[in-house]
Nanobody, 123 residues
Framework: QVQAEESGGGSVQAGESLRLSCVVS????????LGWVRQVPGREREGVSC????????HYENFAKGRFAISRDNAKNTLYLQMNNLKPEDTARYYC????????????????WGQGTQVTVSS
């Protein structure tokens, strides 16, 4: 059974930074493209960013370009998301998942492995 433990969220002011981490167990981490999605209650889930298993390809949704940076450490089974210059509209619960990651597109599945980590940005 695959499990993910997301962490690093919190409450910050606009313009500040957070670094999210996600430790995944139950699969061979280095065999999978991974990424981040976010969810606001009552709104549709939104893709954020993804990275292929070897890190050769990364994709960012437009709102994340230039502010967020995805990375992974296959030796630690950990996926990261560095988020800089946070905005109130980034407020959401963030989840790491696997999915299809390509140049120009991120296709996350419609399920979550873990409980996510809450990011709240105030103005």
């Amino acid at each position: 059974q695959v499990q993910a433990e997301e962490s690093g969220g919190g409450s910050v002011q606009a313009g500040e930074s957070l670094r999210l981490s996600c430790v995944v167990s139950g699969l061979t981490f280095g065999d999978y493209a991974l990424g981040w999605v976010r969810q606001v209650p009552g709104r549709e889930r939104e893709g954020v960013s993804c990275m292929t298993r070897d890190g050769a390809i990364t994709h960012y949704e437009n709102f994340a370009k230039g502010r967020f940076a995805i990375s992974r450490d296959n030796a630690k089974n950990t996926l990261y998301l560095q988020m800089n210059n946070l905005k109130p509209e980034d407020t959401a619960r963030y989840y790491c998942v696997t999915g299809g990651c390509y140049n120009g597109a991120w296709y996350p599945p419609n399920f979550y492995w873990g409980q996510g980590t809450q990011v709240t940005v105030s103005s």
